[in-house]
């Protein structure tokens, strides 16, 4: 682990978890939540760990190897919509409250859901910035019509996914700029160096199967392991955590931390973190995968301006 930075992982319900902190605490959000809710309740969770689908497709098998189970979100009711307006709506509240003036709130989502996400974290008071462009093949989407593919080989019914949306938000500060990161080390983001600012579109792929390997093998249950089937790769999180820190001090907050990846990033970055996790599978798995994580290395490593950052951390790769 990093010999500077401080990690505060909790086992719970963010909303109630968070109840606990004082407003204008955190200088940066960065988060994969539940894009459609219903995929982590309980009984969908236990339906994916059983491999009998749910909400979650469990794909078959390609050239020999075992894919990971995708939450479909196209089947989502009216009533389960709902759901989601209202575990936004309070998720855009806790960060407006939580987050210092200026501080970024980074959220994963999914085309198909994002405008959702969006009218709550705007309703919050929560200022809209841009929405960042995560390159990644995936294979969902791109199916020719069903049982019909023979028939209609040249038609498929969506396009194949490959780039995932990230919604950049900041909570709104008065005055200048300069005062903000002057007063609270926030409003801004880190640029890659001087010569270069940080950009929209992260050409940054799929996550390494070691790190898929560290996620698994944290499982606590040694005779069925599996990997947290949204683990997102260290090197997409470092550069969004070194981005969200525009003074390279402050704590990130991931109020959804399934396994741990942005604590892990944060971390290995040298900066404090506090993850929260409702599962107690997954917190055990985060308990266990981040140290293992925070040792990976990637190119942001080799950046001067992250070197330097993590200077006191290096020995420990
Ligand atoms: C998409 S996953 C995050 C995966 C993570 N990015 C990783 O790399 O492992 C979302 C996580 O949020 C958790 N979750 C859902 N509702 C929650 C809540 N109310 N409080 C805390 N965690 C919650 C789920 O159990 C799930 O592990």
Redesign the pocket.
Known sequence: MGATSELELRHG???QVLEAYPENQFHAIIT????GVIE?ETAQ?EKMRDGVGGVWRIPPELDGSKRKPLPRFTVLSEPDKEKLRTFFKEFGEVAERVLRPGGHLFVATTQLLMHEVAMQLDEAGLERRDVLVRETKTLRGGDRPKNAHEEYDMVSSMPRVWWEPWLLYRKPFNGRLQDNLENWQTGGLRRESAERPFTDLLGNGKTPSQETAI?KKAHPDSESPEA?P???PQKLMRELSHAALPLREGVILD????????VAAANALGYDAVG????ET?YEMATNAIPELTKVTTPIERRADVKEAVQGNLSDY
């Open positions: 319900n963010a909303f994969d939540p539940p894009y982590f969770v996620s947290h949204n683990l997102k109020p959804f931390m399934g396994s741990g990846s942005t929260i996790e409702i599962d997954f």
